[in-house]
C-alpha cells in the first residue's frame, strides 16, 4: 500500500503540476520503479533451506533465497519442504523465534514421504511458549497428487506457543489415483497451546475430494481451540 501511495503521489500530483519538468519526469520515473520493485518483494516466496548458525526463522540464511534482517515478513510466503527435516516428529528442525516479527501471508509444509520408505522425514516446527505464528493467508499441509506412487507429509508444530490463522482457508491434504496409494498428510498442533481460526468465511479441509482429485488422505491433531 505504501508503495502505491508513494507512486500516485509522484506520478499524479507533481507531473499535473510540472508537466513539462524533465527533473520531475525523472523524479517520477524513479518513485515507480521504486514502487514496482517493493511489490515485487511483496511476492516473495521463501523456501526453508537451513544454512545459518540456528534453526531459527529470523536467520535469513535458513531461506532460498536468503532473507532480509529478521527472515520473512508478513507480506511473504513460507515453505518447509523436504530440505533441512528430520528423522522423527520429536526432533525440532525450525524455530519460530523471538527475532522472527510473527506473521507470514501463506504457509505450506509440503515434504514428502514415500508410503513405502522406513526413512519417512518431519518438518517440525517449534513455536515457544507465549510467542503466536499468525498465518494471514493459507495454511496448506500437503497438497501433493503422487498418482500411483503416493506419499506422506508430516508438519507437527510443537513448543507451547500458538498458531493463529486470519486467512480464508486451511488444507490438510494429499491425494492418489491409485486404489490402495495411501496418500495422506498429517498436521499435528498437540503440542501448541492455542489454535486460532478466526475467520467467519474460511474453510477447514480435510482429505477433501471437491475439487476433483481422488483418494485424499488427511488427518489434524488438534491444540486447544478458541
Known sequence: MKSEIVSRFTVANFMKTFPNSLPVRALAVLAAVFAFAQMAVA???????????????????????????????????VICGDTGT???SNTVNNVVDAGFAGTVA???????????SSAPVFNVTQIPSGQTL???????????????????????LTGGGALEVTGT???VENYGSAAGANATAYLDLSGLSDFIFNNTNAELSIAD??????RAGGTLNLASVR
Open 169 to 171: 482457508n486451511v488444507f
Open 106 to 116: 501463506n504457509l505450506t509444509y509440503n515434504s514428502a514421504s514415500a508410503t513405502s
Open 134 to 156: 499468525t498465518v494471514a493467508g493459507n495454511l496448506l499441509v500437503g497438497g501433493l497428487n503422487e498418482g500411483a506412487g503416493a506419499y506422506i507429509t508430516y508438519a507437527y
Open 86 to 88: 528430520s528423522a522423527d
Open 43 to 77: 511476492q516473495t516466496s521463501y523456501t526453508w533451506n537451513p544454512g545459518g548458525a540456528d534453526e531459527n526463522w529470523s536467520t535469513p540464511g535458513n531461506w532460498s533465497p536468503n532473507t532480509g534482517a529478521g527472515g520473512p515478513t508478513a507480506l511473504d510466503s
Open 209 to 214: 475430494t471437491t475439487s476433483g482429485l481422488t
